[in-house]
């Protein structure tokens, strides 16, 4: 039989300054009252073969109700388990952690001839039958192929996502473009997230952003086609 590489990720906000709440999630699963909360009902593997594996003497006869659903008891027990094992997975060396754009994201894996290739893999894969709300109560970003959470008006802590938003709905919600006028708080707005446009001239606006970045944006093919060019003479006046 062939093995495959299998990996298993989740991902926290790459600002966050704390380590995930993990005792907040667990005070929120013994808060719920509503076993539609949980995604027992959307598991990859039967629902039987994981809770054999986080519930000790598991029973389906006791265990499930009339639906095959877990009890709410059951379920919160399976939860806590699920939370525990991630926290150790976390702290593991089976896990590492990378930094991409937004986001900082724990990795395990490797090679698997179809059981996990590690615990800790099992361990991240079993978190997303949590509730969407659990993760983000620690912290857990549910699907970070999508854009960074907002930040609701937060706005010592605007994202990125939040400054596109606002431009696109700027003129998109107004009946007219007032020209210059759009620029200057267009200008202002990118200001939460970078150097304001406005606050140096144009060669040094490049040449500070090729510094952040570590790349000259004129080698980048979308990038360069927003690019003025300019002069010496130019930049002078």
């Not at 590489?5 to 991902?11: D, K, P």
């Not at 006028?181 to 997230?193: M, P, Q």
Request: glycine share 8%.
């Amino acid at each position: 039989m062939g093995s495959s590489m299998l990996t298993a990720t989740i991902a926290v906000p790459a600002d966050r300054e704390q380590p995930p709440a993990f005792d907040e999630g667990r005070r929120m699963i013994k808060k719920i009252i509503d076993d539609g909360l949980f995604l027992f009902d959307d598991l990859e593997s039967p629902l039987e073969e994981i809770l054999e594996e986080l519930i000790e003497d598991f029973d389906p006869n006791v265990h499930l109700d009339a639906d095959g659903s877990p009890t709410l008891e059951i379920a919160k027990t399976a939860s806590l388990q699920i939370i525990d094992a991630l926290e150790n997975a976390l702290n593991s060396p089976e896990t590492d952690t990378i930094n991409v754009p937004g986001y900082l994201i724990h990795v395990s894996g490797g090679l698997s001839t179809g059981d996990a290739p590690t615990e800790a893999a099992d361990a991240i894969w079993n978190a997303y039958y949590l509730s969407e709300i659990v993760l983000r109560a620690m912290g857990f970003i549910p699907d970070y192929s999508k854009p960074l959470s907002r930040t609701n008006g937060n706005l010592g802590h605007v994202t990125d996502t939040d400054v596109i938003d606002a431009i696109a709905l700027g003129p998109g919600t107004k009946p007219k473009w007032s020209g210059a006028d759009e620029l200057v708080w267009i200008a202002d707005t990118i200001g939460f997230v970078r150097p304001h446009p406005g606050d140096r001239g144009p060669r040094d606006y490049r040449k500070e952003f090729t510094e952040r970045h570590d790349f000259d944006p004129v080698q980048d093919n979308f990038l360069t086609g927003y690019i003025n060019r300019y002069n010496d003479a130019e930049d002078e006046n």
